[in-house]
């Protein structure tokens, strides 16, 4: 003889119980819930680079360009103007020059959203049917609830909205009465189909993933994924720091919007050309001997 699943529940022990267990509790997502998103910005090292420039010595480069139109020939003009070439002379070595330069680290600044793993149970099928149970009860209860509510604002019974305002309902008789009614109630099943359905999707992914993992029925926390981490999983002090960290950026880009509204800013009346004041806008210029220095 079968026996009923409620009476299998109560005889079923409780450790080896699906069911019984919570771990399908600690997954739960509030959607109220903020995800724990997280950033920082580091720097790279700096580059430095090394760079050896080989020259020709200046004295030799000025004797060149002075002495290149005697063409290399000794003469008595060469001589005067010290011009003599002479086999055995030796060049002057040349000028070997090290920079070295520095190229600041790069600033890179990151953010992204933490995961976690997310485990489910593996339920039996008269869990499954247990489940299935419930889920109907719900809908069920939401249905009725919104045709008792249909049928009291039909007999002139007010209603209350999200603040807790209470607005008189106006009373309906005969026909307008009962295609209100109807209407509700048709309306009232069609979210009840639509809850049911999601509600029946979404229970037969988790134990397609569950069963996919190879545990046995009655098996709990097997790994069924991930999920967006919650705020509400960090530790007050990762709160806190990602809190500050946010307030951070907030003043950074407050700032740089005031500095470029002040850049943007139009130069004072006395400061611009035909304005009015003492100070008036002369051209800037450039001075001084070694514009004229002939090398």
């Known amino acids: 003889m079968d026996i009923p699943i409620t009476t299998r529940l109560k005889r079923a022990p409780k450790e080896k119980t699906a069911l019984f267990k919570t771990g399908q509790a600690k997954d739960a997502i509030n959607p109220d819930n903020p995800s724990a998103t997280v950033g ?24 060149k360009d002075r002495c290149s139109k005697y063409g290399g020939v000794n003469s008595e003009a060469a001589a005067a103007d010290g011009c003599v070439w002479s086999d055995d002379a030796k060049d002057p070595p040349p000028v070997v020059t090290n920079t070295q330069t520095t190229t600041p680290g790069e600033d890179t600044s990151w953010e992204g959203t933490l995961k976690t793993t997310t485990t489910g149970d593996v339920f039996n099928p008269w869990e499954k049917r247990l489940q299935s149970r419930s889920i109907k009860k719900e809908g069920r209860d939401i249905r009725r609830s919104d045709i008792k509510k249909a049928r009291n604002e039909a007999k002139g019974g007010g209603t209350f909205d999200e603040e807790g305002n209470y607005t008189e309902g106006t009373k309906l008789k005969g026909k307008a009465k009962r295609e209100y009614i109807k209407k509700a109630r048709q309306k009232a099943k069609a979210k009840e189909n639509k809850a049911e359905g999601k509600s029946f999707t979404s229970a037969q992914e988790r134990g397609d993933i569950a069963r996919a993992s190879g545990q046995r029925p009655g098996e709990s926390d097997v790994t069924t994924g991930q999920r967006d981490k919650m705020q509400g999983e960090q530790t007050k002090e990762e709160q ?17 919007a005031k500095k470029d509204a002040e850049d943007k800013k139009p130069a004072p009346a006395n400061m611009r050309k035909g304005g009015v004041g003492k100070m008036k806008a002369i051209p800037f210029q450039m001075k001084g001997s070694m514009f004229n220095k002939n090398y």
Request: aromatic residues 4%; proline residues 5%.
């Open 40 to 63: 920082g910005s580091t720097t790279s090292p700096d580059i430095i680079t090394n760079e050896s420039v080989v020259s020709e010595d200046p004295n030799l480069t000025k004797f």
């Open 240 to 256: 806190i720091a990602e809190f500050k960290r946010k307030a951070d950026l907030k003043k950074a880009g407050v700032d740089k």
